[in-house]
């Protein structure tokens, strides 16, 4: 990638420091790896709001049919759609007022991460928060 979009201190603040990550993607199904995202940093004490159009309740947490309906500004959106799709996800998380976007492992949109830098949001892409979680020191 010509732009560093996983800086070490980005990714430590977004995982030590957040309260609040909307899972974009995130149904009930348990096989999906946003599930399995999203139940880690919940059992590590972060809210997490499921975002799907089907708004289901998940891992105990009413769902959102979009970013735009949540009830609160939230620290990070982890951006778990095909990477075609992503673009949206970030602007729509940057009119919310979110503070950050994770575009994890494979869903890689440079023009994207730069919007949503140029606006202020913290970016991260093309890495797991799990993985990343394991290599904190």
């Avoid at 974009?24 to 940093?41: E, K, S």
């Amino acid at each position: 990638m010509p732009e560093d979009f996983a800086d070490e201190t980005v990714i430590r603040k977004l995982l030590l420091e957040s309260r609040t990550w909307a899972f974009v993607g995130l149904g009930d199904n348990p096989a999906r790896t946003v599930h399995d995202q999203a139940r880690r940093l919940q059992q590590r004490g972060k809210k997490i709001y499921p975002v799907h159009p089907e708004a289901r309740t998940v891992l105990g947490e009413p769902g959102y049919a979009s970013l735009a309906d949540l009830p609160e500004r939230v620290d990070v959106v982890g951006v778990y759609r095909r990477a075609e799709h992503a673009g949206a996800v970030v602007d729509e998380a940057i009119a919310a007022g979110a503070r950050a976007v994770w575009l994890p492992l494979d869903v890689v949109d440079e023009a994207a991460a730069r919007r949503a830098r140029e606006a202020g949001l913290d970016v991260v892409m093309d890495r797991c928060p799990a993985v990343e979680w394991s290599l904190l020191r």
